[in-house]
């Protein structure tokens, strides 16, 4: 197997139900769709990648992909409503309409702070990882975290009372983002799904791996993104957690 080509593929759809219209969102100069266009344009003009794709159902989202000149699949209705078809049945649709391709770059534009200089490293431990050594079959973005969890009844990493002990010393977890996903295309096809078992985890930070779904998700990213990066974003987060979603919305 080598790394021969590779494309990103940007998946958006029109029926976004917790924030509509989330993928035309306005980020930066533009959209959260044109942001991630924008990004794997540079890493094309890197020579990086050799194509994008933008799957959509929306002649809109599909229209400004035409616009930024990548490529476009038109996916029927039944495999954007999340009801009709299970994701894996949408995985295989999007993944079978990508030609002259031996290798996928899933990259959802939900994770706007996720970039490019990501996408690099995240591209070199492919090849080095996936394609030369086959020590993994897929790569993905995951964050870090360590927190004190609870199932429906009691707690699941920690003992309550004399057992307590400071977040720090709790079992390190990673969380799954939608930075990116990597794979052989015929791996995807096998596996009707964009990871396979044994998937090389790509730590990123918590800015970087900021995954909007919610109001305050996007928030916390137009904040970071407008600051730019370092300690400050961090203060920024942490101190969202004391504002109204409107408070914040003013600010952001």
């Not at 197997?1 to 035309?24: F, Q, Y």
């Not at 266009?37 to 994008?52: A, G, W, Y």
């Not at 690099?120 to 431990?125: C, D, Q, S, T, W």
């Not at 995954?211 to 987060?237: M, N, P, Q, S």
Request: hydrophobic share 40%; charged share 20%; glycine share 4%.
């Amino acid at each position: 197997m080598s790394l021969n080509k590779i494309t990103a593929v940007i998946p958006v759809r029109a029926g976004s139900k917790r924030l509509v219209n989330k993928n035309l969102l306005a980020f930066g100069s533009s959209n959260l769709l044109e942001h991630k266009i924008t990004q794997l344009k540079e890493l094309k003009s890197l020579n990086i990648i050799d194509d994008i794709v933008v799957s959509s159902d929306s002649d809109l989202m599909l229209d400004i992909a035409k616009t930024h000149k990548v490529k476009t699949h038109k996916r029927a209705d039944e495999f954007a409503d999340e009801v009709s078809k299970s994701f894996s049945e949408v995985i295989v649709n999007v993944v079978s309409n990508i030609q002259n391709t031996s290798h996928i770059l899933w990259a959802p534009c939900v994770c706007p702070l996720c970039g490019v200089e990501n996408f690099k490293n995240a591209l070199e431990i492919y090849n080095q990882q996936v394609i030369k050594t086959q020590n993994y079959d897929s790569v993905i973005s995951v964050v870090n975290f360590q927190q004190y969890l609870w199932d429906s009844k009691k707690p699941i990493n920690y003992v309550l009372g004399k057992g307590h002990v400071p977040s720090q010393k709790l079992p390190h977890y990673q969380t799954v983002v939608n930075g990116f996903y990597i794979a052989p295309k015929e791996k995807m096809l096998q596996w009707e799904y964009f990871c396979g078992t044994n998937p090389y985890r790509l730590e990123i930070s918590q800015v970087e791996g900021i995954d909007i779904d919610t109001e305050f998700d996007y928030i916390c990213a137009k904040a970071c993104y407008r600051a730019g990066g370092g300690g400050i974003v961090l203060i920024i987060i942490n101190t969202a957690c004391f504002f109204s979603s409107q408070n914040l919305l003013e600010v952001a």
